[in-house]
Protein backbone atom coordinates (compact mmCIF):
# COMPACT_ATOMS: atom_id res chain seq x y z
CA UNK A 1 0.00 0.00 0.00
CA UNK A 2 1.38 3.31 -1.14
CA UNK A 3 0.21 6.15 1.29
CA UNK A 4 0.78 9.87 -0.52
CA UNK A 5 0.31 12.68 2.01
CA UNK A 6 -0.98 15.61 0.17
CA UNK A 7 -1.03 19.07 1.75
CA UNK A 8 -5.08 19.84 1.00
CA UNK A 9 -7.72 18.59 -0.67
CA UNK A 10 -7.45 20.08 -4.03
CA UNK A 11 -3.89 18.76 -4.50
CA UNK A 12 -5.00 15.25 -3.20
CA UNK A 13 -7.16 15.54 -5.97
CA UNK A 14 -4.96 16.37 -8.47
CA UNK A 15 -2.54 13.45 -7.72
CA UNK A 16 -5.54 11.11 -7.52
CA UNK A 17 -6.76 12.43 -11.23
CA UNK A 18 -3.60 12.05 -12.44
CA UNK A 19 -4.02 8.47 -11.72
CA UNK A 20 -7.31 8.13 -14.10
CA UNK A 21 -5.67 10.33 -16.94
CA UNK A 22 -2.53 8.30 -16.91
CA UNK A 23 -4.54 4.78 -17.06
CA UNK A 24 -6.88 6.03 -19.61
CA UNK A 25 -3.12 7.12 -21.70
CA UNK A 26 -1.84 3.55 -21.35
CA UNK A 27 -4.80 2.13 -22.12
CA UNK A 28 -8.12 4.25 -23.68
CA UNK A 29 -10.33 1.23 -23.19
CA UNK A 30 -9.96 1.35 -19.94
CA UNK A 31 -12.54 -0.02 -17.49
CA UNK A 32 -12.66 2.30 -14.41
CA UNK A 33 -14.38 1.97 -11.23
CA UNK A 34 -15.31 5.23 -9.41
CA UNK A 35 -17.49 6.20 -6.38
CA UNK A 36 -19.86 9.04 -4.59
CA UNK A 37 -19.23 11.05 -1.86
CA UNK A 38 -18.05 14.37 -1.00
CA UNK A 39 -14.27 12.74 -1.14
CA UNK A 40 -13.94 12.01 -4.71
CA UNK A 41 -15.26 15.97 -5.70
CA UNK A 42 -11.70 17.52 -5.94
CA UNK A 43 -10.66 14.70 -8.32
CA UNK A 44 -13.54 14.39 -10.34
CA UNK A 45 -13.33 18.31 -11.06
CA UNK A 46 -9.21 17.80 -12.01
CA UNK A 47 -10.03 15.16 -13.88
CA UNK A 48 -12.74 17.62 -15.95
CA UNK A 49 -9.72 19.93 -15.94
CA UNK A 50 -7.16 17.77 -17.45
CA UNK A 51 -10.55 16.88 -20.11
CA UNK A 52 -10.69 20.23 -20.87
CA UNK A 53 -7.32 21.19 -21.10
CA UNK A 54 -6.85 17.99 -23.85
CA UNK A 55 -4.72 15.84 -21.55
CA UNK A 56 -6.80 13.21 -20.28
CA UNK A 57 -9.19 11.26 -22.89
CA UNK A 58 -11.87 9.10 -21.95
CA UNK A 59 -13.73 8.76 -25.09
CA UNK A 60 -13.25 4.85 -25.69
CA UNK A 61 -13.29 3.87 -21.44
CA UNK A 62 -16.03 2.55 -19.55
CA UNK A 63 -16.95 2.79 -16.27
CA UNK A 64 -18.56 0.80 -13.11
CA UNK A 65 -19.51 2.48 -9.84
CA UNK A 66 -19.51 1.16 -6.72
CA UNK A 67 -23.25 1.62 -5.61
CA UNK A 68 -26.45 2.44 -5.78
CA UNK A 69 -29.05 3.16 -3.31
CA UNK A 70 -31.85 0.81 -3.77
CA UNK A 71 -35.29 2.06 -4.55
CA UNK A 72 -33.83 5.03 -5.99
CA UNK A 73 -34.08 6.19 -9.59
CA UNK A 74 -31.64 7.90 -11.42
CA UNK A 75 -33.11 11.51 -11.76
CA UNK A 76 -33.59 11.62 -8.32
CA UNK A 77 -31.48 14.04 -6.34
CA UNK A 78 -29.93 12.08 -4.32
CA UNK A 79 -29.29 9.17 -6.32
CA UNK A 80 -25.91 8.02 -7.52
CA UNK A 81 -26.44 7.86 -11.08
CA UNK A 82 -27.54 11.85 -10.84
CA UNK A 83 -24.57 12.47 -8.61
CA UNK A 84 -21.99 10.63 -11.47
CA UNK A 85 -23.80 12.64 -14.22
CA UNK A 86 -23.16 15.97 -12.51
CA UNK A 87 -20.21 15.45 -11.04
CA UNK A 88 -17.93 13.60 -13.50
CA UNK A 89 -20.12 12.88 -16.61
CA UNK A 90 -21.38 15.39 -18.15
CA UNK A 91 -17.67 17.27 -17.45
CA UNK A 92 -15.42 14.61 -19.12
CA UNK A 93 -15.82 13.04 -22.88
CA UNK A 94 -17.14 9.62 -21.87
CA UNK A 95 -19.74 8.40 -23.49
CA UNK A 96 -22.79 7.96 -21.06
CA UNK A 97 -23.97 4.05 -22.40
CA UNK A 98 -20.54 3.67 -21.51
CA UNK A 99 -21.19 4.34 -18.02
CA UNK A 100 -23.12 1.70 -15.56
CA UNK A 101 -24.22 2.23 -12.22
CA UNK A 102 -26.40 -0.31 -10.48
CA UNK A 103 -30.25 0.24 -11.00
CA UNK A 104 -31.61 0.65 -7.87
CA UNK A 105 -35.31 0.57 -9.06
CA UNK A 106 -34.21 -3.08 -9.69
CA UNK A 107 -38.06 -5.33 -8.61
CA UNK A 108 -34.94 -8.63 -8.56
CA UNK A 109 -31.82 -6.94 -6.33
CA UNK A 110 -30.25 -10.51 -6.79
CA UNK A 111 -30.21 -10.53 -10.55
CA UNK A 112 -29.31 -7.10 -11.01
CA UNK A 113 -26.17 -8.03 -8.61
CA UNK A 114 -25.60 -11.17 -10.56
CA UNK A 115 -26.14 -9.26 -13.95
CA UNK A 116 -23.62 -5.93 -12.87
CA UNK A 117 -21.03 -8.51 -11.36
CA UNK A 118 -21.03 -10.71 -14.74
CA UNK A 119 -21.04 -7.07 -16.54
CA UNK A 120 -17.59 -6.17 -14.97
CA UNK A 121 -16.16 -9.47 -15.80
CA UNK A 122 -17.27 -9.41 -19.60
CA UNK A 123 -15.92 -6.10 -20.04
CA UNK A 124 -12.75 -7.23 -18.41
CA UNK A 125 -12.32 -6.95 -15.03
CA UNK A 126 -11.71 -3.24 -13.82
CA UNK A 127 -8.39 -1.79 -14.16
CA UNK A 128 -8.49 1.24 -12.01
CA UNK A 129 -10.74 1.29 -8.80
CA UNK A 130 -11.66 4.62 -6.74
CA UNK A 131 -13.05 4.38 -3.33
CA UNK A 132 -13.35 6.73 -0.22
CA UNK A 133 -13.93 5.16 3.30
CA UNK A 134 -16.59 5.71 5.47
CA UNK A 135 -15.90 6.13 9.36
CA UNK A 136 -16.71 3.12 10.27
CA UNK A 137 -13.75 1.61 7.17
CA UNK A 138 -16.47 0.77 4.91
CA UNK A 139 -15.90 0.94 0.92
CA UNK A 140 -18.13 0.93 -1.12
CA UNK A 141 -21.58 0.07 0.93
CA UNK A 142 -19.49 -2.58 2.72
CA UNK A 143 -20.08 -2.49 6.81
CA UNK A 144 -18.65 -3.97 8.99
CA UNK A 145 -19.78 -7.19 9.65
CA UNK A 146 -18.30 -11.22 10.36
CA UNK A 147 -16.97 -12.16 6.80
CA UNK A 148 -16.09 -10.18 3.67
CA UNK A 149 -18.91 -10.34 1.43
CA UNK A 150 -17.37 -11.37 -1.75
CA UNK A 151 -19.87 -10.28 -5.01
CA UNK A 152 -22.29 -7.09 -5.72
CA UNK A 153 -24.99 -7.77 -2.85
CA UNK A 154 -27.59 -5.87 -1.66
CA UNK A 155 -26.40 -4.27 1.64
CA UNK A 156 -28.71 -2.70 4.84
CA UNK A 157 -26.73 0.26 5.95
CA UNK A 158 -25.49 0.59 9.72
CA UNK A 159 -26.70 3.93 11.89
CA UNK A 160 -23.34 5.09 11.24
CA UNK A 161 -23.79 5.35 7.69
CA UNK A 162 -26.89 6.44 7.70
CA UNK A 163 -25.95 9.94 10.32
CA UNK A 164 -23.16 10.40 7.29
CA UNK A 165 -25.36 10.09 4.54
CA UNK A 166 -28.13 12.49 6.12
CA UNK A 167 -25.74 15.18 4.75
CA UNK A 168 -27.20 14.80 1.43
CA UNK A 169 -30.96 14.33 2.36
CA UNK A 170 -33.62 17.02 4.23
CA UNK A 171 -33.64 14.10 7.69
CA UNK A 172 -31.64 10.89 8.24
CA UNK A 173 -35.42 9.45 8.02
CA UNK A 174 -35.04 9.94 4.51
CA UNK A 175 -32.04 8.03 3.49
CA UNK A 176 -32.70 4.87 2.27
CA UNK A 177 -32.60 1.51 4.33
CA UNK A 178 -30.83 -0.34 2.10
CA UNK A 179 -28.42 -0.12 -1.00
CA UNK A 180 -26.90 -2.35 -3.78
CA UNK A 181 -22.89 -2.18 -3.31
CA UNK A 182 -20.09 -4.18 -5.60
CA UNK A 183 -18.86 -6.40 -2.84
CA UNK A 184 -14.93 -6.72 -1.14
CA UNK A 185 -13.96 -9.45 -3.79
CA UNK A 186 -15.34 -7.21 -6.54
CA UNK A 187 -13.27 -4.44 -5.28
CA UNK A 188 -10.37 -6.81 -4.78
CA UNK A 189 -10.54 -8.14 -8.05
CA UNK A 190 -9.61 -4.11 -9.44
CA UNK A 191 -6.08 -4.23 -10.71
CA UNK A 192 -5.16 -1.13 -9.23
CA UNK A 193 -7.06 0.79 -6.72
CA UNK A 194 -6.83 4.62 -5.81
CA UNK A 195 -8.35 5.72 -2.39
CA UNK A 196 -8.91 9.34 -1.51
CA UNK A 197 -9.57 10.20 2.31
CA UNK A 198 -9.85 13.71 3.11
CA UNK A 199 -10.33 15.14 6.84
CA UNK A 200 -9.35 14.74 10.90
CA UNK A 201 -12.40 12.61 11.51
CA UNK A 202 -11.23 10.21 9.21
CA UNK A 203 -7.80 10.09 10.77
CA UNK A 204 -8.17 7.20 13.31
CA UNK A 205 -10.53 4.85 10.55
CA UNK A 206 -7.10 5.51 8.38
CA UNK A 207 -4.77 4.34 11.05
CA UNK A 208 -6.62 1.39 11.52
CA UNK A 209 -6.56 0.59 7.60
CA UNK A 210 -2.80 0.89 7.66
CA UNK A 211 -2.34 -0.88 10.90
CA UNK A 212 -4.52 -2.41 12.56
CA UNK A 213 -5.76 -6.43 12.26
CA UNK A 214 -6.65 -7.24 8.78
CA UNK A 215 -10.49 -8.10 9.46
CA UNK A 216 -14.37 -7.89 7.79
CA UNK A 217 -14.73 -5.45 11.03
CA UNK A 218 -13.33 -2.93 9.62
CA UNK A 219 -13.58 -3.73 5.94
CA UNK A 220 -10.88 -0.85 4.54
CA UNK A 221 -8.30 -3.42 6.01
CA UNK A 222 -8.21 -6.16 3.47
CA UNK A 223 -6.19 -3.32 0.90
CA UNK A 224 -3.21 -4.41 3.04
CA UNK A 225 -3.76 -7.41 0.92
CA UNK A 226 -4.20 -5.75 -2.40
CA UNK A 227 -0.77 -5.70 -4.94
CA UNK A 228 -1.28 -2.09 -5.77
CA UNK A 229 -3.33 0.37 -4.06
CA UNK A 230 -1.83 4.31 -3.96
CA UNK A 231 -3.70 6.40 -0.74
CA UNK A 232 -4.08 9.88 -1.25
CA UNK A 233 -4.50 11.38 2.17
CA UNK A 234 -4.50 15.37 3.35
CA UNK A 235 -2.40 16.01 6.31
CA UNK A 236 -5.53 16.09 8.67
CA UNK A 237 -6.37 12.43 7.17
CA UNK A 238 -3.12 11.68 8.01
CA UNK A 239 -2.50 12.78 11.57
CA UNK A 240 -2.22 9.85 13.49
CA UNK A 241 -0.06 7.57 10.82
C1 LIG B 1 -19.59 5.90 -2.25
C2 LIG B 1 -19.11 4.84 -1.39
C3 LIG B 1 -18.77 5.06 0.03
C4 LIG B 1 -18.05 6.37 0.31
C5 LIG B 1 -17.85 6.56 1.82
C6 LIG B 1 -17.21 7.90 2.15
O1 LIG B 1 -19.84 5.42 -3.55
O2 LIG B 1 -19.03 3.76 -1.86
O3 LIG B 1 -17.98 3.99 0.48
O4 LIG B 1 -16.83 6.40 -0.35
O5 LIG B 1 -19.08 6.48 2.47
O6 LIG B 1 -18.09 8.91 1.81
P1 LIG B 1 -17.63 10.43 1.81
O7 LIG B 1 -16.63 10.58 0.74
O8 LIG B 1 -18.88 11.22 1.50
O9 LIG B 1 -17.09 10.71 3.17
Redesign the pocket.
Known sequence: MEIIVCKDYQTLGAKAATMFASQVLKKPDSVLGF??????LSTYAHMAKLCDEGVADFSRASTY???EYYGMGPTQEQS?RKFMNDNLFTRINIKLENTHVLNGLTDDPERECAEYEAAINAAGGIDMQL????HDG????NEPCDEFPNNTHLVTLVPM?LQ?NARFFNSVDEVPRQAL?MGIGTIMRAREIVMVVNGADKAETVRKMVYGPVTPQLPASILQFHPRVTVFLDEAAASRL
Open positions: ATGSSPNLDYLGIGHIGFTAS
